[in-house]
């Protein structure tokens, strides 16, 4: 819970500050969590969630795609149902909720890939 908790605290600040500080775009602004998050959770999900000690190519690959599919499904998904929702709102607003809905998707589907796919034990 630790891990995850510290990932989505480095993971959202990072966008959210990319987004509403820097007035980078929905995309870019994901992306850099989806980027910088993906590293972290990596590592601390590998080691600490998951238990797995060996070191794979393989598993760097699998976890790459997963945390791809699950990005662009999460954040795919939650712009246009926002947008929909959220109709007659500001931009800023409908986006902001946009990226917090994508984090929520993303983060339960990238979970369960890293579960039964990335770092699935033999």
Same mark, same amino acid.
């Given at each position: *819970?630790? !891990?995850?908790?510290?990932?989505?605290?480095?993971?959202?600040?990072? *966008?959210?500050? #990319? @987004?509403?500080? =820097?007035?980078? +775009?929905?995309?870019? +602004? +994901? $992306? =850099?969590?989806?980027?910088?998050?993906?590293?972290? +959770?990596?590592?601390?999900?590998? @080691? @600490?969630?998951?238990?797995?000690?060996? %070191? &794979? %190519? $393989?598993?760097?690959?699998?976890?790459?795609?997963? !945390?791809? !599919?699950? @990005?662009? #499904?999460?954040?795919?998904? =939650?712009?246009?149902?926002?947008?929909? #929702?959220? &109709?007659?709102? =500001?931009?800023?607003?409908? &986006?902001?909720? $946009? *990226?917090? !809905?994508? *984090?929520?998707?993303?983060?339960?589907?990238?979970? #369960?890939?890293?579960?039964?796919? $990335?770092?699935?034990?033999?």
């Amino acid at each position: *819970m630790i !891990v995850g908790v510290f990932n989505t605290l480095v993971g959202c600040g990072t *966008m959210f500050l #990319l @987004y509403n500080l =820097a007035h980078c +775009s929905y995309w870019v +602004s +994901s $992306a =850099a969590n989806y980027i910088v998050g993906g590293i972290v +959770s990596f590592f601390l999900n590998k @080691y @600490y969630t998951f238990g797995n000690k060996k %070191w &794979e %190519w $393989a598993q760097v690959w699998k976890f790459v795609l997963n !945390v791809t !599919v699950c @990005y662009l #499904l999460g954040y795919g998904l =939650a712009k246009p149902i926002t947008l929909r #929702l959220l &109709e007659g709102q =500001a931009v800023r607003v409908q &986006e902001n909720v $946009a *990226m917090l !809905v994508g *984090m929520c998707l993303y983060t339960g589907l990238n979970y #369960l890939g890293q579960r039964f796919f $990335a770092f699935r034990g033999k």
